[in-house]
Protein backbone atom coordinates (compact mmCIF):
# COMPACT_ATOMS: atom_id res chain seq x y z
CA UNK A 1 0.00 0.00 0.00
CA UNK A 2 1.51 3.57 -0.63
CA UNK A 3 0.43 6.62 0.96
CA UNK A 4 -2.17 7.29 -1.44
CA UNK A 5 -4.07 4.00 -0.72
CA UNK A 6 -4.93 4.51 2.56
CA UNK A 7 -7.78 6.84 4.21
CA UNK A 8 -6.19 8.86 6.91
CA UNK A 9 -7.20 8.34 10.51
CA UNK A 10 -5.63 10.87 11.90
CA UNK A 11 -6.45 13.71 9.87
CA UNK A 12 -4.82 17.14 9.64
CA UNK A 13 -2.47 19.60 8.52
CA UNK A 14 0.38 16.97 7.79
CA UNK A 15 -1.42 13.87 7.75
CA UNK A 16 -1.36 13.58 4.43
CA UNK A 17 -0.93 16.05 1.81
CA UNK A 18 -2.96 18.15 -0.60
CA UNK A 19 -1.44 16.38 -3.13
CA UNK A 20 -1.95 12.95 -1.95
CA UNK A 21 -5.47 13.49 -0.97
CA UNK A 22 -5.68 14.89 -4.58
CA UNK A 23 -3.98 11.83 -6.39
CA UNK A 24 -6.53 9.59 -3.91
CA UNK A 25 -9.75 11.71 -5.53
CA UNK A 26 -8.61 12.23 -9.19
CA UNK A 27 -8.44 7.69 -8.62
CA UNK A 28 -12.00 7.59 -6.65
CA UNK A 29 -13.80 9.95 -7.28
CA UNK A 30 -15.81 11.53 -10.65
CA UNK A 31 -14.47 14.69 -11.31
CA UNK A 32 -12.30 14.46 -7.89
CA UNK A 33 -15.06 15.88 -5.88
CA UNK A 34 -17.93 15.25 -4.12
CA UNK A 35 -20.91 16.56 -6.54
CA UNK A 36 -21.45 18.78 -8.88
CA UNK A 37 -18.54 21.35 -8.27
CA UNK A 38 -15.29 21.02 -9.79
CA UNK A 39 -13.03 24.05 -8.57
CA UNK A 40 -9.66 24.84 -10.76
CA UNK A 41 -6.52 22.88 -9.50
CA UNK A 42 -5.11 26.27 -8.54
CA UNK A 43 -7.62 26.91 -5.91
CA UNK A 44 -9.26 23.60 -4.68
CA UNK A 45 -8.67 22.58 -1.63
CA UNK A 46 -9.21 19.74 1.16
CA UNK A 47 -11.16 20.89 3.93
CA UNK A 48 -9.90 19.70 7.17
CA UNK A 49 -11.91 21.63 9.78
CA UNK A 50 -14.66 24.44 10.33
CA UNK A 51 -14.31 26.68 12.91
CA UNK A 52 -17.16 29.10 13.06
CA UNK A 53 -17.13 31.52 10.01
CA UNK A 54 -13.99 29.67 8.71
CA UNK A 55 -12.55 26.63 6.88
CA UNK A 56 -8.99 25.27 7.58
CA UNK A 57 -7.61 23.30 4.64
CA UNK A 58 -4.86 19.85 5.24
CA UNK A 59 -2.50 22.76 4.00
CA UNK A 60 -3.29 24.44 7.14
CA UNK A 61 -5.01 27.76 5.16
CA UNK A 62 -7.82 29.38 6.46
CA UNK A 63 -10.65 30.39 4.35
CA UNK A 64 -13.31 33.19 5.42
CA UNK A 65 -16.70 30.83 4.44
CA UNK A 66 -19.52 32.17 2.29
CA UNK A 67 -20.47 28.64 1.13
CA UNK A 68 -22.09 28.06 4.39
CA UNK A 69 -22.78 24.39 3.46
CA UNK A 70 -24.86 25.67 0.47
CA UNK A 71 -26.67 27.69 2.97
CA UNK A 72 -27.42 25.16 5.86
CA UNK A 73 -24.90 26.50 8.03
CA UNK A 74 -26.94 29.75 9.06
CA UNK A 75 -24.95 29.39 12.52
CA UNK A 76 -21.62 28.72 11.29
CA UNK A 77 -19.32 25.87 11.71
CA UNK A 78 -19.19 23.46 15.29
CA UNK A 79 -21.39 26.12 17.29
CA UNK A 80 -21.72 25.02 20.66
CA UNK A 81 -25.13 24.56 21.45
CA UNK A 82 -24.81 22.07 18.12
CA UNK A 83 -22.16 19.94 18.81
CA UNK A 84 -23.41 19.60 22.16
CA UNK A 85 -26.76 18.53 21.87
CA UNK A 86 -25.23 16.22 18.58
CA UNK A 87 -22.42 14.83 21.27
CA UNK A 88 -25.59 14.14 23.63
CA UNK A 89 -27.54 12.95 21.00
CA UNK A 90 -24.76 10.41 19.58
CA UNK A 91 -24.05 8.71 23.08
CA UNK A 92 -27.71 7.63 23.59
CA UNK A 93 -28.34 6.72 19.60
CA UNK A 94 -27.27 7.95 15.96
CA UNK A 95 -30.06 6.44 14.34
CA UNK A 96 -33.41 4.64 14.59
CA UNK A 97 -36.09 3.31 12.39
CA UNK A 98 -39.89 1.79 12.16
CA UNK A 99 -40.88 4.13 15.28
CA UNK A 100 -41.19 7.53 16.55
CA UNK A 101 -38.14 9.21 18.38
CA UNK A 102 -38.18 12.11 20.72
CA UNK A 103 -36.17 14.38 18.68
CA UNK A 104 -38.04 14.09 15.64
CA UNK A 105 -41.22 14.52 17.42
CA UNK A 106 -39.83 17.93 19.35
CA UNK A 107 -38.82 19.32 16.01
CA UNK A 108 -41.83 18.57 13.93
CA UNK A 109 -43.75 20.36 16.85
CA UNK A 110 -41.18 23.30 16.61
CA UNK A 111 -41.82 23.45 13.05
CA UNK A 112 -44.84 23.01 12.97
CA UNK A 113 -45.58 26.12 14.87
CA UNK A 114 -42.93 27.86 13.07
CA UNK A 115 -44.21 27.54 9.22
CA UNK A 116 -47.33 28.96 8.25
CA UNK A 117 -48.27 26.64 6.08
CA UNK A 118 -48.10 23.71 8.42
CA UNK A 119 -50.96 21.76 9.52
CA UNK A 120 -48.78 18.65 9.50
CA UNK A 121 -44.99 18.01 9.04
CA UNK A 122 -43.44 14.91 6.91
CA UNK A 123 -39.69 14.32 7.40
CA UNK A 124 -37.04 13.86 4.82
CA UNK A 125 -33.35 13.14 4.32
CA UNK A 126 -32.42 15.89 2.20
CA UNK A 127 -34.04 18.88 0.70
CA UNK A 128 -33.95 17.50 -2.79
CA UNK A 129 -36.73 14.29 -1.11
CA UNK A 130 -38.22 17.10 0.31
CA UNK A 131 -39.20 18.77 -3.08
CA UNK A 132 -39.70 15.16 -4.57
CA UNK A 133 -42.01 13.85 -2.29
CA UNK A 134 -44.49 17.32 -2.10
CA UNK A 135 -44.30 16.73 -6.22
CA UNK A 136 -45.60 13.22 -5.62
CA UNK A 137 -47.90 14.36 -3.02
CA UNK A 138 -49.57 17.00 -5.28
CA UNK A 139 -50.26 14.15 -8.06
CA UNK A 140 -51.52 12.08 -5.67
CA UNK A 141 -53.87 14.64 -4.15
CA UNK A 142 -55.23 15.77 -7.51
CA UNK A 143 -54.77 12.95 -9.93
CA UNK A 144 -53.23 15.52 -11.98
CA UNK A 145 -49.70 14.57 -13.52
CA UNK A 146 -48.02 18.06 -14.64
CA UNK A 147 -46.14 20.26 -12.76
CA UNK A 148 -44.57 23.76 -13.42
CA UNK A 149 -41.44 24.96 -12.49
CA UNK A 150 -39.22 28.49 -13.73
CA UNK A 151 -36.31 28.33 -15.78
CA UNK A 152 -33.85 28.67 -13.77
CA UNK A 153 -34.66 27.66 -10.60
CA UNK A 154 -33.68 24.37 -8.78
CA UNK A 155 -34.81 22.25 -6.76
CA UNK A 156 -32.96 18.91 -6.12
CA UNK A 157 -31.23 16.33 -7.83
CA UNK A 158 -34.09 14.27 -8.66
CA UNK A 159 -35.35 13.90 -12.49
CA UNK A 160 -38.61 15.95 -11.75
CA UNK A 161 -36.49 18.87 -11.01
CA UNK A 162 -33.69 18.30 -13.72
CA UNK A 163 -35.51 20.70 -16.41
CA UNK A 164 -34.31 24.10 -17.31
CA UNK A 165 -31.96 24.99 -14.30
CA UNK A 166 -28.98 25.99 -15.90
CA UNK A 167 -29.97 26.56 -19.60
CA UNK A 168 -27.71 27.81 -22.44
CA UNK A 169 -30.71 29.16 -24.10
CA UNK A 170 -34.05 30.25 -23.12
CA UNK A 171 -36.69 27.71 -23.27
CA UNK A 172 -39.36 27.61 -25.62
CA UNK A 173 -41.77 28.08 -22.65
CA UNK A 174 -43.41 25.38 -21.29
CA UNK A 175 -40.34 23.11 -22.79
CA UNK A 176 -38.07 22.78 -20.45
CA UNK A 177 -34.63 21.41 -21.54
CA UNK A 178 -33.23 18.65 -19.89
CA UNK A 179 -29.80 19.18 -17.39
CA UNK A 180 -28.27 15.37 -17.02
CA UNK A 181 -28.55 12.31 -19.39
CA UNK A 182 -30.89 9.61 -17.94
CA UNK A 183 -34.02 11.09 -17.77
CA UNK A 184 -36.94 8.99 -18.71
CA UNK A 185 -37.74 10.43 -22.44
CA UNK A 186 -41.31 10.23 -21.44
CA UNK A 187 -40.61 12.55 -18.24
CA UNK A 188 -40.59 15.58 -20.13
CA UNK A 189 -44.24 16.59 -20.92
CA UNK A 190 -44.86 16.68 -17.19
CA UNK A 191 -42.47 19.27 -16.26
CA UNK A 192 -43.55 22.43 -17.75
CA UNK A 193 -41.01 25.45 -17.77
CA UNK A 194 -42.16 28.98 -17.21
CA UNK A 195 -39.97 32.53 -16.50
CA UNK A 196 -39.48 33.49 -13.55
CA UNK A 197 -41.40 36.94 -11.97
CA UNK A 198 -43.16 36.54 -15.74
CA UNK A 199 -47.21 36.09 -14.53
CA UNK A 200 -48.62 36.37 -18.04
CA UNK A 201 -46.79 33.21 -18.96
CA UNK A 202 -47.71 31.57 -15.90
CA UNK A 203 -51.41 31.77 -17.06
CA UNK A 204 -51.02 31.19 -20.10
CA UNK A 205 -49.08 27.86 -19.85
CA UNK A 206 -52.40 27.91 -16.59
CA UNK A 207 -54.60 28.10 -18.95
CA UNK A 208 -53.29 25.30 -21.87
CA UNK A 209 -52.53 22.35 -19.12
CA UNK A 210 -55.12 22.90 -16.00
CA UNK A 211 -56.67 19.90 -16.75
CA UNK A 212 -53.65 18.21 -15.79
CA UNK A 213 -51.79 20.68 -13.61
CA UNK A 214 -51.01 19.52 -10.14
CA UNK A 215 -48.75 22.42 -9.15
CA UNK A 216 -46.91 24.84 -9.32
CA UNK A 217 -43.24 24.49 -7.42
CA UNK A 218 -41.17 27.76 -6.92
CA UNK A 219 -38.03 29.09 -4.84
CA UNK A 220 -39.57 32.34 -3.20
CA UNK A 221 -36.42 33.44 -3.89
CA UNK A 222 -34.77 31.99 -6.69
CA UNK A 223 -31.46 30.85 -7.00
CA UNK A 224 -30.12 35.30 -6.35
CA UNK A 225 -33.24 36.84 -8.28
CA UNK A 226 -35.97 38.01 -5.51
CA UNK A 227 -39.76 38.36 -6.54
CA UNK A 228 -41.71 41.47 -7.96
CA UNK A 229 -43.69 42.79 -4.96
CA UNK A 230 -46.77 41.05 -7.32
CA UNK A 231 -45.30 37.44 -8.47
CA UNK A 232 -45.62 35.37 -5.36
CA UNK A 233 -49.42 36.90 -4.43
CA UNK A 234 -49.97 36.62 -8.03
CA UNK A 235 -49.14 32.86 -8.05
CA UNK A 236 -51.10 31.74 -4.82
CA UNK A 237 -53.77 33.62 -6.98
CA UNK A 238 -53.70 31.67 -10.20
CA UNK A 239 -53.42 28.49 -8.03
CA UNK A 240 -56.65 29.28 -6.28
CA UNK A 241 -58.22 29.86 -9.53
CA UNK A 242 -57.28 27.09 -11.50
CA UNK A 243 -57.50 24.60 -8.68
CA UNK A 244 -53.55 24.01 -8.65
CA UNK A 245 -51.54 23.66 -5.13
CA UNK A 246 -48.79 26.57 -4.91
CA UNK A 247 -45.36 24.67 -3.64
CA UNK A 248 -42.46 26.77 -2.06
CA UNK A 249 -39.58 25.35 -2.07
CA UNK A 250 -38.12 26.63 1.19
CA UNK A 251 -34.99 24.49 1.27
CA UNK A 252 -32.94 27.37 0.91
CA UNK A 253 -35.14 30.38 2.67
CA UNK A 254 -36.65 28.34 5.30
CA UNK A 255 -35.40 30.01 8.30
CA UNK A 256 -33.22 31.77 6.74
CA UNK A 257 -35.23 34.79 5.17
CA UNK A 258 -36.75 35.19 8.78
CA UNK A 259 -38.02 32.10 11.52
CA UNK A 260 -41.18 31.81 9.24
CA UNK A 261 -39.38 31.76 6.34
CA UNK A 262 -40.21 32.85 2.84
CA UNK A 263 -43.85 32.85 3.93
CA UNK A 264 -42.87 35.05 6.55
CA UNK A 265 -40.90 37.77 4.29
CA UNK A 266 -43.06 37.85 1.90
CA UNK A 267 -46.69 37.38 3.47
CA UNK A 268 -47.84 34.63 0.79
CA UNK A 269 -48.78 30.81 2.46
CA UNK A 270 -48.31 28.26 -0.01
CA UNK A 271 -50.23 24.72 0.16
CA UNK A 272 -47.38 22.49 0.59
CA UNK A 273 -43.22 23.57 1.38
CA UNK A 274 -40.23 21.91 0.98
CA UNK A 275 -37.50 22.22 3.68
CA UNK A 276 -33.48 21.24 4.00
CA UNK A 277 -30.74 22.62 5.08
CA UNK A 278 -30.81 25.21 8.12
CA UNK A 279 -33.87 22.91 9.52
CA UNK A 280 -31.00 20.01 10.13
CA UNK A 281 -28.92 22.38 11.61
CA UNK A 282 -26.40 20.86 9.41
CA UNK A 283 -27.02 17.07 9.44
CA UNK A 284 -29.32 15.20 6.90
CA UNK A 285 -33.05 16.24 7.41
CA UNK A 286 -35.52 17.85 5.21
CA UNK A 287 -39.33 17.98 5.87
CA UNK A 288 -42.70 18.70 3.63
CA UNK A 289 -45.10 20.63 5.75
CA UNK A 290 -48.36 21.90 4.48
CA UNK A 291 -52.14 21.57 4.72
CA UNK A 292 -53.18 18.31 6.68
CA UNK A 293 -55.61 17.28 3.61
CA UNK A 294 -52.52 16.73 1.47
CA UNK A 295 -49.64 15.64 3.95
CA UNK A 296 -52.06 12.93 5.54
CA UNK A 297 -52.31 11.20 1.99
CA UNK A 298 -48.85 10.19 3.50
CA UNK A 299 -50.31 8.34 6.43
CA UNK A 300 -49.36 4.17 5.90
CA UNK A 301 -53.30 3.79 6.14
CA UNK A 302 -54.40 5.07 2.47
CA UNK A 303 -51.75 2.23 1.18
CA UNK A 304 -53.58 0.52 -2.26
CA UNK A 305 -55.54 3.86 -2.95
CA UNK A 306 -55.08 5.45 -5.84
CA UNK A 307 -54.04 8.83 -3.69
CA UNK A 308 -51.62 7.23 -1.31
CA UNK A 309 -48.49 9.16 -1.46
CA UNK A 310 -46.09 7.17 -0.16
CA UNK A 311 -43.02 8.57 1.97
CA UNK A 312 -40.66 6.45 3.89
CA UNK A 313 -36.79 6.74 4.51
CA UNK A 314 -34.08 4.78 6.39
CA UNK A 315 -32.96 8.00 7.71
CA UNK A 316 -36.14 10.62 7.93
CA UNK A 317 -36.53 11.66 11.32
CA UNK A 318 -32.73 11.20 12.41
CA UNK A 319 -32.60 11.82 15.65
CA UNK A 320 -28.83 13.27 15.59
CA UNK A 321 -29.97 15.72 12.86
CA UNK A 322 -33.38 16.43 14.70
CA UNK A 323 -31.39 17.54 17.80
CA UNK A 324 -28.83 19.83 15.54
CA UNK A 325 -31.66 21.64 14.02
CA UNK A 326 -33.65 22.33 17.39
CA UNK A 327 -30.40 23.41 18.98
CA UNK A 328 -30.36 25.93 15.92
CA UNK A 329 -33.66 26.86 15.92
CA UNK A 330 -33.40 27.64 19.90
CA UNK A 331 -31.23 30.27 18.48
CA UNK A 332 -33.02 31.17 15.45
CA UNK A 333 -35.66 32.57 17.55
CA UNK A 334 -33.96 34.72 20.07
CA UNK A 335 -35.74 38.19 19.31
CA UNK A 336 -33.84 40.36 16.65
CA UNK A 337 -31.96 37.23 15.41
CA UNK A 338 -32.94 38.06 12.09
CA UNK A 339 -33.20 41.69 12.06
CA UNK A 340 -29.03 41.38 13.04
CA UNK A 341 -28.40 39.31 10.67
CA UNK A 342 -29.63 40.75 7.35
CA UNK A 343 -28.06 43.99 8.52
CA UNK A 344 -25.10 42.34 8.79
CA UNK A 345 -25.23 41.07 5.10
CA UNK A 346 -26.54 44.78 3.88
CA UNK A 347 -23.54 45.86 5.28
CA UNK A 348 -21.10 43.63 3.83
CA UNK A 349 -23.08 43.72 0.40
CA UNK A 350 -22.40 47.67 0.51
CA UNK A 351 -18.88 47.31 1.48
CA UNK A 352 -18.53 45.07 -1.60
CA UNK A 353 -20.38 47.60 -3.49
CA UNK A 354 -17.79 50.17 -2.96
CA UNK A 355 -14.57 47.81 -3.44
CA UNK A 356 -15.83 47.05 -7.29
CA UNK A 357 -16.90 51.00 -8.05
CA UNK A 358 -13.69 51.93 -6.68
CA UNK A 359 -12.37 49.32 -9.35
CA UNK A 360 -14.25 50.69 -11.98
CA UNK A 361 -15.37 47.26 -12.14
CA UNK A 362 -18.75 46.90 -14.02
CA UNK A 363 -20.43 44.63 -11.14
CA UNK A 364 -22.83 43.97 -8.76
CA UNK A 365 -23.18 42.57 -5.11
CA UNK A 366 -26.45 41.57 -5.20
CA UNK A 367 -29.00 39.85 -2.76
CA UNK A 368 -31.29 40.35 0.15
CA UNK A 369 -31.33 39.13 3.54
CA UNK A 370 -28.43 37.29 4.31
CA UNK A 371 -27.85 35.88 0.59
CA UNK A 372 -25.29 37.64 -1.92
CA UNK A 373 -23.09 37.07 -4.55
CA UNK A 374 -21.08 39.17 -6.71
CA UNK A 375 -21.72 39.05 -10.49
CA UNK A 376 -21.09 41.54 -13.64
CA UNK A 377 -24.54 42.89 -14.30
CA UNK A 378 -25.66 46.15 -15.42
CA UNK A 379 -28.96 45.64 -12.79
CA UNK A 380 -30.04 42.84 -10.27
CA UNK A 381 -31.60 39.99 -12.24
CA UNK A 382 -34.90 39.57 -12.50
CA UNK A 383 -35.42 36.33 -14.39
CA UNK A 384 -33.22 33.17 -15.63
CA UNK A 385 -32.45 35.52 -19.25
CA UNK A 386 -30.99 38.39 -16.57
CA UNK A 387 -28.49 35.68 -15.28
CA UNK A 388 -27.89 34.35 -18.73
CA UNK A 389 -26.62 38.05 -19.70
CA UNK A 390 -24.27 38.54 -17.15
CA UNK A 391 -20.72 38.27 -17.89
CA UNK A 392 -20.20 34.28 -17.03
CA UNK A 393 -16.49 34.61 -17.40
CA UNK A 394 -15.45 37.74 -15.43
CA UNK A 395 -17.57 36.98 -12.96
CA UNK A 396 -15.93 33.42 -12.68
CA UNK A 397 -12.25 35.11 -12.61
CA UNK A 398 -13.27 37.45 -9.82
CA UNK A 399 -14.82 34.13 -7.91
CA UNK A 400 -11.23 32.71 -8.57
CA UNK A 401 -9.38 35.15 -7.70
CA UNK A 402 -11.54 36.01 -4.03
CA UNK A 403 -11.08 32.50 -3.47
CA UNK A 404 -6.91 32.93 -4.26
CA UNK A 405 -7.46 35.61 -1.40
CA UNK A 406 -8.62 33.48 1.10
CA UNK A 407 -12.06 34.00 0.54
CA UNK A 408 -14.60 30.60 0.02
CA UNK A 409 -17.12 31.51 -2.19
CA UNK A 410 -17.85 29.16 -5.47
CA UNK A 411 -17.61 30.58 -8.84
CA UNK A 412 -21.10 31.73 -10.10
CA UNK A 413 -22.79 30.59 -6.60
CA UNK A 414 -24.79 32.52 -4.71
CA UNK A 415 -23.36 32.91 -1.01
CA UNK A 416 -24.54 33.64 2.29
CA UNK A 417 -23.46 35.01 5.46
CA UNK A 418 -23.78 33.52 8.63
CA UNK A 419 -24.50 34.94 11.94
CA UNK A 420 -21.12 34.33 13.33
CA UNK A 421 -19.63 36.12 10.74
CA UNK A 422 -17.56 39.28 12.49
CA UNK A 423 -16.29 42.46 12.08
CA UNK A 424 -12.95 41.18 11.03
CA UNK A 425 -14.08 38.85 8.93
CA UNK A 426 -16.05 41.26 7.05
CA UNK A 427 -12.63 43.97 7.03
CA UNK A 428 -10.58 40.75 5.57
CA UNK A 429 -12.97 40.07 3.46
CA UNK A 430 -12.62 43.83 1.76
CA UNK A 431 -9.42 43.62 1.55
CA UNK A 432 -9.48 40.49 -0.05
CA UNK A 433 -12.32 41.90 -2.96
CA UNK A 434 -9.67 44.40 -3.09
CA UNK A 435 -6.43 42.00 -3.65
CA UNK A 436 -9.14 39.71 -6.45
CA UNK A 437 -10.21 42.75 -8.60
CA UNK A 438 -6.46 44.04 -8.78
CA UNK A 439 -5.59 40.66 -10.06
CA UNK A 440 -8.67 40.65 -12.95
CA UNK A 441 -8.48 44.36 -13.76
C1 LIG B 1 -33.93 25.62 -3.48
C2 LIG B 1 -33.34 24.26 -3.31
N1 LIG B 1 -34.15 23.20 -3.35
C3 LIG B 1 -33.70 21.95 -3.17
C4 LIG B 1 -32.35 21.72 -2.94
C5 LIG B 1 -31.86 20.32 -2.76
O1 LIG B 1 -31.48 20.11 -1.44
P1 LIG B 1 -30.44 18.95 -1.09
O2 LIG B 1 -29.15 19.33 -1.71
O3 LIG B 1 -30.44 18.92 0.41
O4 LIG B 1 -30.98 17.68 -1.65
C6 LIG B 1 -31.47 22.79 -2.90
C7 LIG B 1 -30.03 22.57 -2.67
O5 LIG B 1 -29.20 23.44 -2.82
C8 LIG B 1 -31.96 24.10 -3.10
O6 LIG B 1 -31.16 25.16 -3.11
Redesign the pocket.
Known amino acids: MTPEDTIAVETGPGAMTHEAYYALAERLLPGAGLGGYSLPNDVRFVIHKGEGSRLQDVRGRWYIDYVGG?GALILGHAHPAIVAAVQEQAAKGMHFFGTLNEAALHLAQELQAAIPCAEKITFTS???EA?FYAMRMARAHSGKSKILKFEGG????HDYSAFSVTPKALSNYPAGQPETGGIPSGLAQSILIAPYNDLEVVRRIVRENRDDLAAIIV?PAQRIIFPKPDFLPGLRKICDDNGILLIF?E??TGFRLAYGGAQEYFGVKPDLASY??VVGGGGPL?CVAGRADVIGLAAPSYKGKPNYAYVNGTLHGNPIAAVAGLASLRILKEPGYYKTLNARADLIRRECQKVLDRHNLPALAVGEASLWQIIFMPRPPANHADVMAADADRTRKLNVAQMKAGLYVLPMVRGFVSSVHTDKDFEETVRALDTACRAVA
Open positions: ATGSTYHGNEDVVGKG
